[in-house]
């Protein structure tokens, strides 16, 4: 006789940790998330449910297939994944387990998640985030961000902190990490009304993109002067 473990029936919703990449829509009208490993070519919105990645016709989690959303119990071992190259750019998840899920020793597979709050690391230079800004990568339909300071901006798409939350919707909350366990910045609540957090990161985003439109109006100068002494 094979022995099952107990049906677990929580009164609140289990917590998880994951790391993911933010994706922005192509018109720039919705906001997500797409995976690292299984299941990354299926980008997912704060709130969804899983399929199965292989095409089969079964609700995940199923028992004999690899299909549902993952995430950890612990925190730390979430953020552990992000030190690795290929995850600096990811940012780190807590979310609430939703519907049917299997256990695991280290977290959980399951139907439906709900993203609750999006630690997004700092720039790429080392400076405080305050925007995400196009990865130069993405999904079809989507553009992939990453974390970036005002100076690194330049002329890429790119969306403040606040604006992501708006565009995401479900309350969604971001908050500006330094890359460890501390939040370096307050929480930045979803865009119902803006605050000096937001209007500040509004200005750097505008700022970088002027800077970005002198340096090539300075170059076009330039080039065009040099043009007119050689003829």
Do not use: N
């Amino acid at each position: 006789m094979r022995l099952r473990l107990p049906a677990e029936r929580p009164t609140e919703p289990p917590t998880g940790y994951k790391i993911a990449h933010p994706v922005l829509s192509q018109d720039g009208t919705r906001a997500g998330f797409t995976g690292v490993s299984l299941g990354g070519a299926l980008p997912y919105a704060v709130l969804d449910d899983a399929s199965c990645v292989y095409g089969l016709r079964h609700r995940p989690p199923a028992r004999r297939c690899d299909c549902g959303f993952h995430c950890v119990h612990d925190r730390a071992a979430a953020e552990a994944l992000l030190c690795t190259a290929e995850h600096r750019a990811a940012v780190l998840l807590e979310v609430s387990v939703l519907g049917a899920y299997i256990r695991f020793e280290r977290g959980f597979r399951y139907a439906r998640q709900r993203v609750r709050t999006v630690t997004a690391g700092p720039c790429g230079c080392g400076a405080a985030a305050v925007v995400l800004a196009d990865a130069e990568w993405g999904r079809p339909g989507w553009r992939a961000l990453a974390a970036a300071c005002a100076g690194c901006v330049r002329g890429r798409t790119a969306v403040s902190l606040a604006q992501f939350a708006s565009l995401a919707g479900h309350g969604l909350r971001m908050v500006a990490g330094d890359g460890g366990t501390r939040p370096s910045h307050a929480e930045l609540p979803p865009a119902d009304g803006l605050g000096v957090p937001e209007l500040v990161a509004e200005a750097a985003l505008l700022q970088a993109r002027l800077d970005w439109f002198q340096s090539q109006l300075a170059r076009l100068g330039e080039a065009g002067a040099g043009g007119g002494e050689q003829g």
